[in-house]
């Protein structure tokens, strides 16, 4: 139900806001109409339990094979899986199928198709759906982004069936689809998509992490796979108040807004109680995720009013990174259902904590094997401590690549904004890792065999004094969360990530850099064991020689400081502040190697990616100007005339009682309120001169350069006035929903 008062440019108010706060909060939370049982886990998903009960075994065995060792999957094996992945997907309601794909950019995509086919001449239909149709599809390709690898006209692209993630099924008010993860390419093969170079840098980093574990003595593994929890966090708003703000609308954040009287400065919200009708959503979203198969564990308030939390449990990183774009999508439809609007944007209000999404990332053998685990004694981990070295390698090598991969423009707003961590990568360990790393770097790499010394266990027990509390083990290391990757007891947390990205880019990205720099190791090691006298002292050897080269990229202190930024400097740490420079990390020539080089990205496909992510850029601030001059003529500038006049009329019947006073406080308020709109109106016509006056641009760099020099600084001088204005305009004239009502009534 839309806000009956403050619908966009509306100029008569039907409702005053406090009538309108008070329906609001009236509201109750709304029931989910079918809440999972225990038991339904996973039902909507075509699990490898289903597959096995519907099919051969020996067809089930080569599918399986296919999947394990990336192997091209035989047509015949594909027909029947297709047909079993009908009748099960047909039995469960469903009418219809789509590829489902990831086009470079944040949101999915989908073409549906209907299971239904025409067959004979006297109206018979039969359901059908073949291994080709499960294999391949064909989307008109012209309307996703593709960065110069296609021109428009040519149009064809082709979706092809991702075995490595399940097929699942999606119930809508009037019928089932079955959802067929898809990578997504163009007619000459190129990757349009994010999944395609995942599933790439995988196969990379399987690849190289294997050939160290042989070095290491490991006879066994043989694939390792990069495991990923996405910890999601959103705002959420109540609908009508969305409805009511062309800033949220069509850009994902409020573009004006002055600020409320109390924001998060107490941080009462964190771990309070959720509100009930938020609760009711998250719990139906949960729900949801459930049937698909996606485990969340924690869900809880964060630190800006209004601001939630999820966190699932860790998969593989593909799986992973599905769930969490099913996730997102939930996240968005559901709080329709519930009169809510989940807002997934980075920074959807000034003034208030931004939204990120942690990657929670680690590597694992098939045996399951955490190669990040430390295990009670690291000092005797070989595994542990020569992963660990390749990880310094890559995050120094490559500080440009891993800021590249979270460059968009709503993360601008929130890296380095002293409450999320900055744009200087860097790494942080804890001190009980940190004291390990020191503890390599003095040893004699002349000692033979493993240490034995053992570390001093540093999860002790903590004990609150005489009480019946029970004693507790306290974790491996503290936390830091001013790190942008930090060190999380067997994982690291890629914590800069930008809340709306699609995390299958970033790991794609730390795939590949953690790729090569085992590679750079293992072949180092391989040369050092042939002039050294044993295994433990050539290992010694190589990992003191990365740690030393690369430890500058090790900070255990304050990331919000202004000293780091001072010392990251001097260390020579790129500290690449907004994303146009940032995204450059693409186009560098060591990187479009490094990607080639792992068979992740052609130079092409590299390329691609750079100039659509400076699309981006470019159509995100474009859109943010024009809602910025439309809304300040059509419901800023009106309201203050109208107060204006009210205070113009005031001071017209009091002087005209009291006599003429220049000095009077009501006209210096007027005056005041005058000047403001004046500097406004000039302002507006600034902006809407320089859209107007966009030249055409050869290189998407620089009209990304021109949109963040010419436009994005007019628009913030916009707000600077609108939102002293705010305070200043009674309250019933100012159309815009406020900070107050979107933060706290719900
Ligand atoms: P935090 O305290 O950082 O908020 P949470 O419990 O909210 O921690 O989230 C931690 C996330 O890390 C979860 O999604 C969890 O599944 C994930 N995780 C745990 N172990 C691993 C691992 N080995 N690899 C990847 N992710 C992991
Ligand atoms: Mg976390």
């Keep these: 139900e839309l806000c009956p008062v403050h619908t966009s440019g509306s100029t008569t108010l039907k409702m005053d806001r406090m009538e309108q706060a008070r329906r609001v909060m009236s509201l109750s939370p709304v029931k989910a109409e079918q809440p999972a049982k225990l038991d339904e886990f996973a039902c ?27 192997k091209t999957l035989d047509p015949h094996v594909a027909d029947v899986i297709a047909t079993a992945m009908k009748d099960w997907a047909v039995e469960r309601g469903a009418t219809h199928f789509t590829h489902w794909f990831q086009p470079i950019h944040i949101s999915t995509a989908e073409k549906h198709e209907a299971f239904l086919t025409p067959r004979g001449d006297d109206f018979k239909v039969i359901h059908e759906f073949t291994g080709e149709q499960l294999v391949r599809g064909e989307p008109d390709a012209s309307s996703f982004p593709n960065g110069g690898t296609r021109s428009t006209s040519r149009a064809r692209g082709y979706t092809t069936w991702d075995p490595t993630s399940p097929a699942f099924i999606r119930d809508g008010t009037n019928g089932a689809t079955l959802y067929i993860p ?9 990757a349009l998509d994010v999944k395609t170079p995942l599933l790439r840098s995988v196969i990379a980093l399987s690849a190289q992490a294997v050939r160290l574990l042989r070095l290491l003595g490991d006879t066994e593994t043989e694939h390792v796979q990069t495991t990923l929890g996405a910890e999601q966090e959103f705002f959420v708003v109540d609908r009508s108040y969305f409805a009511a703000r062309p800033d949220l609308l069509f850009a994902g954040r409020t573009l004006f807004g002055a600020k409320p009287p109390k924001g998060q400065e107490l941080e009462d919200h964190y771990f309070a109680t959720i509100p009930a009708r938020v609760h009711a959503f998250i719990q139906e979203v949960e729900s949801e995720l459930w049937k698909l198969g996606v485990p969340t564990r924690a869900r809880h308030n964060e630190v800006a009013p209004g601001q939630h939390e999820m966190a699932p449990v860790f998969e593989f990183s593909n799986m992973a990174s599905d769930h969490n774009m099913v996730q997102m999508e939930l996240l968005r439809e559901i709080a329709t259902r519930h009169g809510l609007a989940c807002l997934l944007h980075e920074k959807p209000f000034a003034n208030v904590n931004g939204s990120g999404k942690h990657n929670n990332w680690s590597m694992c053998t098939d045996s399951g094997q955490n190669l990040l685990e430390p295990s009670a004694n690291p000092r005797a981990n070989l595994i542990f401590q020569c992963f660990l070295s390749c990880i310094l390698h890559a995050v120094d090598t490559h500080a440009d690549l891993l800021r590249a991969s979270i460059a968009t423009p709503g993360n601008d707003w929130r890296l380095g904004m002293s409450e999320a961590p900055p744009a200087i990568m860097s790494i942080y360990l804890g001190a009980d890792i940190l004291g390990l790393v020191d503890w390599i770097r003095s040893r004699d790499p002349a000692v033979n065999g493993v240490s034995t010394a053992e570390d001093k266990d540093p999860s002790l027990l903590l004990h609150l004094g005489k009480s019946a509390i029970a004693p507790f083990r306290r974790d491996r290391t503290d936390r830091n969360r001013t790190s942008p990757f930090a060190f999380t007891g067997n994982k690291f947390e890629f914590r800069a990530v930008g809340s709306s990205q699609n995390v299958g880019h970033t790991v794609t990205v730390l795939n590949t850099i953690v790729a090569d720099s085992i590679k750079t190791f293992s072949d180092l090691l ?27 990229i090790i900070f255990e202190g304050d990331g919000y400081s202004e000293e780091w930024v001072k010392e990251a400097a001097k260390r020579g740490l790129p500290n690449l502040r907004e994303t146009v420079v940032a995204l450059e990390g693409f186009a560098a020539k060591k990187n479009i190697d490094l990607f080639q080089a792992h068979g992740v990205l052609n130079p092409g496909e590299t390329m691609a990616r750079y100039n659509i992510y400076l699309e981006h850029y470019v159509n995100t601030i474009n859109v943010e100007a024009n809602v910025v001059t439309s809304v300040v003529n059509s419901n800023i500038i009106p309201a203050i005339l109208k107060h204006s006049k009210r205070v113009a009329d005031s001071i017209a019947s009091v002087e005209a009682i009291l006599g003429k006073d220049e000095a009077s406080p009501q006209r210096v308020l007027l005056k005041k309120i005058q000047g403001l709109l004046n500097q406004l109106i000039l302002a507006n016509q600034q902006l809407s001169t320089t859209l107007d006056s966009k030249p055409s641009f050869p290189l998407h760099k620089e009209e990304a350069e021109w949109m963040r020099d010419q436009v994005k600084p007019k628009m913030d001088a916009i707000r600077v006035i609108v939102d002293s204005l705010e305070p200043l305009v009674e309250d019933e004239l100012w159309t815009l929903p406020k900070y107050s009502e979107l933060l706290f009534i719900k």
């Design 44 to 70: 909507n998903v075509f699990t490898d339990r289903e597959i096995a009960a519907r099919v051969p075994k020996a067809t089930y065995k080569a599918f399986k094979a296919a999947v394990k060792q990336a």
């Design 182 to 190: 898809t990578c997504f390419c163009s007619w000459t093969g190129d």
């Design 526 to 552: 391989e040369k050092t064991i042939a002039s050294t006298p044993s295994l433990e002292s050539a290992i010694i050897t190589v990992n003191q020689h990365f740690i030393k080269a690369h430890d500058r």
